[in-house]
């Protein structure tokens, strides 16, 4: 298997402008999750999906954040307008826990380098 | 708010053992994972320990006290490669998901 899949693997950008963030997750996960990390705060969870529905979008810092998930195979992370205090290395992940289940081994992608200039 | 606790920087020696704490603030936890990072990868999972006592996995090794809420990471016979950034994130009743925070920052010396 070839893994999680994200592209674009870096993306530099001007304040204001759309991004978007591609994942497709390991054949056969059932649930994804998109994380954020920077220096200052870590590696945060933006929002989690379980067999293509949104369980939990908590993490998901504000409106200019949204995420789909239109079949099993892709999902996307999309920042509208951007602002430079998104700058940050942005992961997916894909599990084939049970959503709710104690155990829940990750497989994370390579991560996308974001930078709002 | 995080729940879990572990120390932010950890510096040891080649050839040597180190241990990288990790402790809950909520209690009956289901179990305690374990993950590395290299500066610029992706996180990679270690272990996971379902039930209290010891996991041994080559030079890794993971330990979980459910009743003190506590557990670590041991890592023995240190090599240079090891030095990365260790999470043990937060499952406890989180609906399938994990709470990473900022991890342990292991840095191997010649």
Known sequence: ?117 | GQSLEQPSEVTAVEGAIVQINCTYQTSGFYGLSWYQQHDGGAPTFLSYNALDGLEETGRFSSFLSRSDSYGYLLLQELQMKDSASYFCPDGHNQGGKLIFGQGTELSVKP
């Open chain 1, 1 to 117: 298997d070839a893994g999680v899949i994200q592209s674009p693997r870096h993306e530099v950008t001007e304040m204001g402008q759309e991004v978007t963030l591609r994942c497709k997750p390991i054949s056969g996960h059932n649930s994804l999750f998109w994380y954020r990390q920077t220096m200052m705060r870590g590696l945060e969870l933006l929002i989690y999906f379980n067999n293509n529905v949104p369980i939990d979008d908590s993490g998901m810092p504000e409106d200019r954040f949204s995420a789909k998930m239109p079949n099993a195979s892709f999902s996307t992370l999309k920042i509208q307008p951007s602002e430079p205090r998104d700058s940050a290395v942005y992961f997916c992940a894909s599990s084939s826990g049970l959503a709710g289940g104690p155990y829940n081994e990750q497989f994370f992608g390579p991560g996308t380098r974001l930078t709002v200039l």
